[in-house]
């Protein structure tokens, strides 16, 4: 009994001791913690170099204007997406982050007209795009020459947010980042794609050579040699996309001096500014047509007095006159004394009333009109591109369920025309404001005889950055057409752009001013606006035929169908089975 008492004790002893040596097991917090360690502290590096990247993006757009930070930007997605342990789904999130540190600060003066909420929201959206990329990059990474590849395929994911959703959102297209780069000058041979594709190809393939020499110099540089295809084929793009530069200066510097025989004339741009920023200046609106009458009363005045030229025409902003003036006789009025006491048309951005309103749908269009002291309201161009979720709300039904701001949004209906009004004789372009962004307008309007340019714009919903961002737009447009542009913003920044993309004359933001200057009327047509789309096609088209190249040649294709052939079957022969083992019983 003794002895059977203290082999009891023993035993307890024995297990007390082990408890106190074996701890309670983690908590479930603890277990998660440790988990998203181990998942994250092998791709800490790549996740800040996906980071990093997009936040060098941002940064070579104004207002900073770093354009060279686009170089390393492309640089560190290239070691991202070529490292051999970042998967295929690994390349989406990457480049999704990537995307998301791109454009959450890039387009924060979003937040002013919409809130934080769409802001963020449709920054998530844009990120989706330099996501593909990012998958499809990680397929083609081992092809020879994957820088091409690579700068083929952000061209590809560039078009597709050009065009999805709802029209497409081009703001961010990395082309524009080099409105102070040299690299600006390939937009004369080849409009914004294919600067978008020169300045990735340039990032991409540096980081090729720099990865094959640390590569070289690892294998022991001593016995061993650099691989002629990884270097090669990267020197040589590189070397094609500088010498593209030297053949386009010429062009673009001889248009910038006005060698030639074009025509000159003298064009005035109206700045007359707002009470106040925000979506409240559509409650401005008479406020808004009185300082543009105001500021060409000025202008007038200063022209009569000798210290400006006598323009032949005049450019108001868009929203110079929100008060229809087809309409309302007041406001006719204004124009008909801003345009006789001037002595030359003025190009009246109005909202028009469009010929389906009713006070249910209140739906209008956005119009430029030409306005003569004498005659009064001649040719107009309606807005053609109009913006989602500003100007009108796709799904309005639906949105208006999600934040109080779908109701802020407004009516406007497309228009049509070529994009081409007369004043003064001349034929004068007419991208307004959001339209600028997208190929197509400009472009239409070159092709319709245009010698000149304008970008009206609206600028009282957002900030300096934003206007910033837009004038490095418009100077692109006029390095792609060979054409002086003139921006007239409500409340800047208005500015006329040589056909060099260098601005002659500029104003402040938030602030009455007016431009007065010389241009030449020009009629050439660049390669860019002859065969833009077409390149871009040809891009566009390598990238997604690398794509299915390299599918094909691993069997990605081939297994994924031999793989579904095989389901089908085994789900056919499992079902004949059952089919027959129910027989069976049957008959037994």
């Known amino acids: 009994m003794v002895e059977r008492r203290h082999l009891a004790e023993a035993e307890a002893d024995t297990a007390d001791a082990a408890v106190a040596q074996d701890p309670a097991p983690p908590g479930r917090a603890s277990r998660m913690l440790t988990r998203l360690r181990a998942v994250l502290e092998p791709r800490a590096p790549r996740l800040a170099a996906s980071v990093a990247a997009g936040l060098l993006m941002c940064l070579a757009f104004p207002p900073f204007d770093w354009w060279l930070a686009v170089f390393v930007a492309f640089g560190l997605l ?20 990537a ?11 979003i937040s002013g007209l919409v809130g934080p909420i769409p802001w963020l929201a449709l920054a998530a959206m844009e990120a989706l795009f330099p996501a593909v990329f990012g998958l499809l990059a990680v397929v083609v990474r081992r092809a020879p020459g994957w820088p091409v590849w690579f700068s083929c395929l952000w061209v590809l994911a560039e078009w597709l947010k050009s065009t999805v959703p709802f029209g497409g959102f081009p703001w961010g297209v990395i082309g524009y980042t080099q409105d102070d ?41 001593h016995g061993g040699h650099l691989l002629p295809p990884a270097v090669t084929v990267p020197g040589a793009a590189i070397a094609v996309v500088l010498l593209t530069v030297a053949l386009a200066a010429p062009f673009v510097r001889q248009s910038g001096v006005g060698a030639g025989d074009d025509p000159a004339t003298t064009v005035a741009a109206i700045q007359g500014n707002v009470p106040r920023l925000g979506l409240e200046f559509n409650a401005q609106r008479r406020a808004v047509l009185d300082n543009h009458v105001r500021e060409t009363l000025r202008l007038a005045e200063d022209v ?73 309201p001649g040719e107009r161009h309606d807005k053609k591109i109009v913006q989602p979720f500003g100007e009108y709300l796709p799904w309005r039904g639906f949105f208006r369920l999600l934040s109080s701001f779908a109701d802020r949004a407004g009516y406007f209906v497309p228009g049509t025309g070529n994009g081409v009004v007369h004043a003064a004789g001349i034929p004068i372009g007419v991208t307004t404001c959001w339209e600028v962004i997208f190929d197509r307008a400009a472009r239409e309007s070159v092709l319709s005889g245009a010698q000149f340019l304008t970008v009206p714009a609206n600028n009282a919903t957002f ?39 260098k601005v002659i004359a500029s104003t402040a933001f938030f602030e009455p001013a007016y431009l007065d200057a010389q241009i030449r009327l020009k009629t050439s047509l660049t390669p860019a606006t002859r065969f833009g789309p077409l390149i871009q096609g040809l891009l566009v088209f390598a990238g997604a035929a690398a794509v299915i190249g390299v599918m094909l040649h691993n069997g990605y294709l081939s297994g994924y169908l031999s793989r579904r052939r095989k389901r089908v079957t085994d789900r056919a022969g499992v079902g004949d089975r059952t089919v027959a083992e129910d027989d069976d019983e049957g008959v037994t």
Do not use: C
Request: proline content about 7%; overall charge negative; glycine content about 12%.
């Open 78 to 97: 290239a070691w991202v997406l070529t490292n051999e342990s970042t998967t295929k789904a690994g390349g989406f999130g990457y480049g999704f982050l």
């Open 99 to 109: 995307g998301l540190a791109f454009y959450v600060p890039l387009l924060p003066w």
């Open 181 to 221: 780069g040299p690299l600006l000058l390939i937009a004369h041979f080849g409009g914004v794609p294919l600067v978008s594709f020169a300045v990735a190809l340039v990032g991409f393939g540096l980081a090729a050579l720099i990865l094959e020499a640390v590569s070289w110099w690892g294998r022991g540089h």
């Open 304 to 376: 009569r007095a000798g210290r400006a030229p006598q323009p032949s025409v005049v450019i108001w902003p868009e929203n110079s006159s929100d008060i229809d003036p087809i309409a309302n006789r007041d406001a006719a009025d204004q124009i008909n004394v801003a345009a006789e006491a001037i002595h030359a048309p003025i190009l009246v951005g109005a909202v028009v009333s469009a010929p389906g309103y009713t006070p249910q749908d209140p739906q209008s269009t956005n119009t430029v009109i030409v306005w003569d002291g004498a005659t009064g």
């Open 463 to 501: 900030n300096a950055s934003m206007s910033a961002q837009q004038l490095a737009f418009a100077r692109l447009r006029a390095v792609e057409h060979d054409r002086y542009v003139v921006v007239a913003g409500t409340t800047g920044i208005s500015a006329i752009i040589g056909p060099d993309g």
